[in-house]
């Protein structure tokens, strides 16, 4: 096994530093941090979302995989008659009010 080379003398650094290479590299990155900044293009302009929407949706996606369920299920459900027609009435106007594709 051989012993690992003796670490380079500070002089041997400084001499290094000084090479071409490092200097362009140098002058480069300061030019580049004392320049103007770089020109980007504008920010991508998102689509709104409609939260309200997207909960319709939602719902009604839990609703479509719940009907395939035995109606005796919900029998101990936490809401009355009334307020599940109340729903089912509000189900029937956005029907009634949706465009036929």
Not at 27 to 49: F, K, N
Not at 56 to 78: D, H, P
Request: avoid cysteine.
């Amino acid at each position: 096994m051989y012993p690992p080379p003796p670490p380079p003398e500070t002089d041997e650094l400084e001499k290094r530093a000084e090479t071409d290479e490092f200097i362009s590299a140098e002058a480069e990155a300061e030019a580049i941090l004392d320049g103007p900044p770089p020109s980007l293009p504008p920010p991508a302009t998102l689509p709104a979302v409609d939260f309200v929407l997207a909960q319709f949706n939602n719902a009604i996606k839990a609703l479509s995989e719940l009907q395939t369920k035995s109606v005796n299920r919900f029998a101990g459900a936490n809401y009355t008659a009334n307020d599940l027609r109340k729903i089912a009435d509000f189900l029937h106007s956005v029907a009634s009010n949706l465009r036929t594709e």
